[in-house]
């Protein structure tokens, strides 16, 4: 069957489908004569097995390595299970602060008011009061980066998802990228070499690359 067979027949759009075989989670034979996909009964089930782990909320990675037999199903489910319920109570505590805010009328905070609700969340949190996360850029990059470059070894996925390499990663790579033609103006700007023009263009190329995938890697997040 073609792509859009398969794409009626689990409700999700084609470019979901290529999305999942360019991370390698579906393999699809293609016809000798026509090079097109060939979707089979198989392949079918392979994505819907794909749509329920997505809907547990289960990464991309870790979706791989289950496919592939490379991690047990059942210390998955229980870690997301647990990522589940801190969410869920983080969720809690955010709820409660939207209700305190209706409850007192307070659609338009003013500036003394907002300290007041902020150490209501810092007494809260001391108890154990989970609220959401205030850091948006950094998580969005950290994915984005996991997504863009490390996805094809599972080794590095599983070395990249615990909690400080994944940031230490990160800041590293980015602050290379950043670095690097820095250096290079700085010592020119010392006289200790002479401006490589092409050098700056490869970087200067590289650093737009990245930055207009993470924009749309970003909006995609949001919808």
């Known amino acids: 069957?073609?792509?859009?067979?398969?794409?009626?027949?689990?409700?999700?759009?084609?470019?979901?489908?290529r999305f999942y075989e360019r991370k390698g989670l579906l393999c699809p034979e293609r016809e000798e004569d026509s090079k097109y996909r060939d979707y089979t009964e198989a392949d079918v089930l392979r994505v819907k097995e794909i749509m329920l782990y997505r809907k547990m909320g289960i990464s991309i990675e870790t979706i791989y390595l289950l496919i592939n037999k490379q991690v047990n199903q059942k210390d998955v489910?229980?870690?997301?299970?647990?990522?589940?319920?801190?969410?869920?109570?983080?969720?809690?505590?955010?709820?409660?602060?939207?209700?305190?805010?209706?409850?007192?009328?307070?659609?338009?905070?003013?500036?003394?008011?907002?300290?007041?609700?902020?150490?209501?969340?810092h007494q809260e949190e001391e108890k154990g009061v989970g609220?959401?996360?205030?850091?948006?850029?950094?998580?969005?990059?950290?994915?984005?980066?996991?997504?863009?470059?490390?996805?094809?070894?599972?080794i590095r996925v599983w070395l990249y998802k615990q909690s400080w390499t994944s940031v230490v990663f990160t800041l590293f790579f980015w602050g290379l990228?950043?670095?690097?033609?820095?250096?290079?103006?700085?010592?020119?700007?010392?006289?200790?070499?002479?401006?490589?023009?092409?050098?700056?263009?490869?970087y200067g190329s590289i650093v737009v690359i990245y930055y207009l995938g993470f924009r749309k890697f970003r909006k995609a997040k949001r919808r």
Not at 2 to 8: L, N, V
């Open 1 to 17: 069957m073609r792509i859009g067979e398969i794409a009626k027949l689990t409700g999700l759009n084609i470019s979901n489908i």
């Open 77 to 121: 489910l229980l870690r997301q299970q647990k990522i589940l319920q801190d969410e869920i109570r983080n969720l809690k505590g955010s709820m409660e602060l939207c209700q305190m805010l209706l409850r007192d009328g307070n659609l338009e905070v003013k500036e003394n008011q907002i300290d007041q609700y902020l150490d209501y969340v």
């Open 131 to 154: 609220f959401a996360k205030v850091e948006e850029l950094l998580e969005d990059i950290t994915e984005y980066t996991r997504e863009g470059i490390l996805s094809w070894n599972p």
């Open 177 to 202: 990228i950043i670095m690097v033609p820095m250096s290079h103006l700085i010592d020119v700007y010392l006289k200790r070499t002479t401006l490589n023009i092409p050098f700056l263009f490869m």
